[in-house]
Nanobody, 122 residues
Framework: QVQLVESGGGLVQPGGSLRLSCAAS????????IGWFRQAPGKEREGVSC????????YYADSVKGRFTISRDNAKNTVYLQMNSLKPEDTAVYYC???????????????WGQGTQVTVSS
């Protein structure tokens, strides 16, 4: 049974940092890409970042380039999203998801986690 569990969300001041974790079970990261998505109240879900299973290639939304970094630890079957220089507009529920890379880049996924809230506010 595929399961994704996010953690690491919370309240942080503008300019601060958080690291989100996505622990995967029921499959291995060797064969599936992982993506991070977010959804703010009243807004559509948007793709934030994803990482390939094959060569570790990474992709980022323009809004987070240079501030967020995605990485994976295959030994722990976990993917991380390091978020620096956070802005109030980064406030959202963040979800990790897994599927083939092409699906994630297109904004869809077969399996989703339950989400973790990130709030950036002073």
């Amino acid at each position: 049974q595929v399961q994704l569990v996010e953690s690491g969300g919370g309240l942080v001041q503008p300019g601060g940092s958080l690291r989100l974790s996505c622990a995967a079970s029921g499959f291995t990261l060797d064969y599936y890409a992982i993506g991070w998505f977010r959804q703010a109240p009243g807004k559509e879900r948007e793709g934030v970042s994803c990482i390939s299973s094959k060569d570790g290639s990474t992709y980022y939304a323009d809004s987070v380039k240079g501030r967020f970094t995605i990485s994976r630890d295959n030994a722990k079957n976990t993917v991380y999203l390091q978020m620096n220089s956070l802005k109030p507009e980064d406030t959202a529920v963040y979800y990790c998801a897994t599927d083939q890379l092409e699906a994630l880049v297109a904004g869809t996924a077969k399996y989703w986690g339950q989400g973790t809230q990130v709030t950036v506010s002073s």
